[in-house]
């Protein structure tokens, strides 16, 4: 006998409802880090536009981040935990490697027992959530999804390292997405570029790590593999160079994509929403697509610093704060970082 599977009931599109930010509330400006660099303010602001960067204090975890952002963005949507039907959180600094740290925001949201995952995609995590989120919602799987962007990447910086520690800084951010009537997410234009895989990488792994304070321990000196401030991580290090040149000319590819796969046009847009990496890197991209003056360009680097996965939901939530005449209208995300990995989307604001 043929049974057939009963099949969810699918939505006809979806849309992002509302969003929520955390930044701490901690200000390292360019003076205080320029020192282990032997570099100054000047130097950073020409090369990044950064003047200052929120770093996370005591208490200030990943998951009580992630946790604010996401109690921020349930209720600007009307919404409770129980609402939800599945919870997504983009880290790549989120210290245990199981369980998520998705699986615990969920408890405190009272989201329990949603699904709730993990997503490592770097700067693009973001993005790479929202696309789940989308596909979630208009499969019938879920009517709403919390997609949260988190990092606190001070913990996995060398202050002596020129490449990227004086760029980094901590925050979250978070967006839900529903269930709409017509479309508010266009398709994503994303992917990978694994030959550069080692342009941004961690320094050393975990095992390294392991191997080298199980032989300290052996030779009765865990002090002297500690380095700054009692620190075991491995650090953060990229190639600069060839993480500019890739930015700028192949993601500005991706971004068109991600225009033509909407049926939109750069006059169509109110905002651009980039992922925070760099400020040239954003004045290029806005050039090389023509943006017309009548679009905003999201800037939040200067004050934040790059924060990778939580970077394009914070520029959002402060886009929204500063001009709130742009809800409602369209704008072009677009995440990219370490793997190499890309995602970008058209949504209109909430």
């Known amino acids: 006998m043929s049974v057939t599977l009963k099949q969810h009931e699918p939505h006809a599109a ?9 930044r701490p509330a901690r200000r390292l400006p360019n003076e205080d880090i320029v020192g282990p660099i032997d570099s100054s303010d000047e130097w950073i602001r020409q090369r990044t536009g950064i003047v200052t960067r929120q770093r996370a204090g005591e208490g200030e975890t990943v998951l009580s981040m992630a946790v604010a952002a996401g109690r921020e963005a349930l209720e600007r949507a009307g919404l409770t935990g129980a609402d939800l039907g599945a919870v997504i959180v983009a880290t790549v600094t989120f210290p245990y490697a199981t369980p998520s740290a998705a699986a615990a925001v969920a408890h405190e949201l009272g989201a329990t027992p949603a699904p709730a995952y993990d997503v490592s995609a770097a700067c693009a995590g973001y993005c790479y959530g929202v696309a789940q989120a989308d596909a979630l919602v208009r499969a019938g799987t879920a009517r709403h999804v919390l997609v949260i962007g988190v990092e606190r990447l001070s913990d996995f910086i060398d202050p002596t390292d020129r490449s990227i520690s004086f760029l980094l800084g901590d925050g979250a951010g978070a967006v839900v997405v529903s269930a709409a009537d ?14 550069r895989w080692e342009t941004i990488s961690m320094t050393r792994s975990l095992l390294e790590v392991r191997d080298e304070v199980e032989g300290a321990r052996i030779g009765g000196d865990a002090s002297a593999i500690t380095g700054q401030e009692g620190m075991l991580w491995p650090t953060l290090r990229q190639d600069g160079p060839s993480v500019f040149r890739w930015a700028v000319w192949s993601m500005a590819k991706v971004a068109r994509e991600a225009l033509d796969a909407a049926g939109v046009g750069p006059e169509d847009l109110a905002a651009f929403i980039p992922h925070q990496a760099n400020m040239r890197i954003i004045d290029q991209f806005a050039k090389q697509l023509r943006l017309p003056d009548t679009v905003t360009v999201a800037r939040d680097i200067a004050d934040a610093g790059n924060t990778s996965a939580a970077s394009i939901p914070l520029a959002m939530h402060r886009l929204l704060q500063e001009d709130p005449s742009l809800s409602g209208g369209l704008a072009l995300q677009i995440g990219f970082g370490a793997g190499l990995v890309y995602g970008a989307q058209v949504v209109r604001l909430p």
């Open 14 to 22: 979806s849309r992002i409802a509302a969003v929520g930010a955390f």
């Open 182 to 195: 017509e479309p508010g997410i266009s398709p994503s234009v994303w992917g990978s570029d694994g030959e």
